[in-house]
C-alpha cells in the first residue's frame, strides 16, 4: 500500500478528498479487481508475464513488476498481451504511440509525463487493437 501511495495513489487519494472520502463500493471495486483479466484473445495485465511460463502459473510480482525480460521477448503466451507499467522511449512519448508488437500491445505511453492518455479499443475479430485513442492535453 505505501509503495501504491508514493506511485500516484497519493493522488488518487486526494482526488476523493482523503481516505474517509473514498465510497465503500470503490474500495470493494478496487480490492475485487483480478491481477489478469482475459477474452478470447487477449490476457490484459498490469506489467507483463515470466516468458515460458503458462499464464495461469505468473506468480504476482511478475504480473505487476517484471520488466526486461518480458520486453524483450518474442515469446507467444498463448494470447495477445495488453499491458502498460514501462513507458516508451521518450521520442514515442511525443507522439503518445503505443508499442504494437505480434505478441504484445504496450498502452503505456507515459500520461503520467505528458498528461495524455492513451487507450486501446479491442473487439472479438482481432487480437491487436482495432484503434488507438488519446485523450487529455500536453502538460507544458
Same mark, same amino acid.
Given at each position: 500500500?505505501?509503495?501504491?501511495?508514493?506511485?500516484?495513489?497519493? =493522488?488518487?487519494?486526494?482526488?476523493?478528498?482523503? *481516505?474517509?472520502?473514498?465510497?465503500?463500493?470503490?474500495?470493494?471495486?478496487?480490492?475485487?479487481?483480478?491481477? /489478469?483479466?482475459?477474452?478470447?484473445?487477449?490476457?490484459?495485465?498490469?506489467? +507483463?508475464?515470466?516468458?515460458? /511460463?503458462?499464464? *495461469? =502459473?505468473?506468480?504476482? $510480482?511478475?504480473?505487476?513488476?517484471?520488466?526486461?525480460?518480458?520486453?524483450?521477448?518474442?515469446?507467444?503466451?498463448?494470447?495477445?498481451?495488453?499491458? +502498460?507499467?514501462?513507458? =516508451?522511449?521518450?521520442?514515442?512519448?511525443?507522439?503518445?504511440?503505443?508499442?504494437?508488437?505480434?505478441? $504484445?500491445?504496450?498502452?503505456?505511453? +507515459?500520461?503520467?509525463?505528458?498528461?495524455?492518455?492513451?487507450? +486501446?479499443?479491442?473487439? =472479438?475479430?482481432? *487480437?491487436?487493437?482495432? $484503434? /488507438?485513442?488519446?485523450?487529455?492535453? $500536453?502538460?507544458?
Amino acid at each position: 500500500m505505501a509503495f501504491w501511495l508514493r506511485n500516484g495513489g497519493e =493522488q488518487t487519494v486526494r482526488s476523493y478528498g482523503g *481516505a474517509e472520502g473514498v465510497p465503500a463500493e470503490h474500495r470493494t471495486w478496487m480490492e475485487g479487481l483480478p491481477l /489478469v483479466a482475459r477474452d478470447d484473445h487477449r490476457a490484459f495485465v498490469h506489467a +507483463g508475464f515470466m516468458p515460458g /511460463v503458462p499464464l *495461469a =502459473q505468473q506468480d504476482e $510480482r511478475a504480473c505487476l513488476w517484471i520488466r526486461e525480460r518480458f520486453l524483450t521477448t518474442d515469446y507467444d503466451f498463448g494470447a495477445h498481451v495488453v499491458h +502498460g507499467h514501462t513507458n =516508451q522511449h521518450e521520442e514515442k512519448i511525443e507522439t503518445s504511440e503505443p508499442e504494437l508488437l505480434p505478441n $504484445r500491445t504496450n498502452l503505456d505511453t +507515459g500520461a503520467c509525463y505528458t498528461g495524455i492518455l492513451t487507450i +486501446g479499443v479491442f473487439d =472479438q475479430s482481432q *487480437a491487436r487493437p482495432l $484503434r /488507438v485513442l488519446t485523450v487529455g492535453e $500536453r502538460e507544458e
